[in-house]
């Protein structure tokens, strides 16, 4: 089974950028749909972001539409979130997340595989 490791967090101003990587092993990353998830404190884990092992269509929740952007390297075995125009509520413990299936989905239960979680700290 894969194994999913993120790095790239951290802290940044308002209106920054930081860009998140999740490097695939024990696998073929082209095997599997892949998703970043993310949760603030005190709230519930919420999907962000996926990109599909069929197509590479990418989905993104509302919140992050025209600022994150999702990619993947198949041949790198990596897959990337690039964050735009970061803001305070984007605060969050993100996790990279792995499913075999052609599509994602906004399930924290659809998804068997995940990261430990890099933390994105976004104040001025």
């Known amino acids: 089974q894969p194994q999913l490791a993120e790095s790239g967090g951290g802290s940044v101003q308002p209106g920054g950028s930081l860009r998140l990587s999740c490097e695939v092993s024990?696998?073929?990353?082209?095997?599997?749909?892949m998703g970043w998830f993310r949760q603030a404190p005190g709230k519930e884990r919420e999907a962000v972001s996926c990109?599909?092992?069929?197509?590479?269509?990418?989905v993104y929740i509302d919140s992050v539409k025209g600022r994150f952007t999702i990619s993947r390297d198949n041949a790198k075995n990596t897959v990337y979130l690039q964050m735009n125009s970061l803001k305070p509520e984007d605060t969050a413990v993100y996790y990279c997340?792995?499913?075999?299936?052609?599509?994602?989905?906004?399930?924290?239960?659809?998804?068997?595989?995940w990261g430990r979680g890099t933390q994105v700290t976004v104040s001025s």
């Open positions: 997340v792995a499913r075999d299936h052609p599509y994602g989905s906004k399930s924290v239960d659809d998804w068997p595989y």
């Open positions: 990109i599909s092992s069929s197509d590479g269509s990418a």
């Open positions: 024990e696998s073929r990353l082209d095997y599997y749909t």
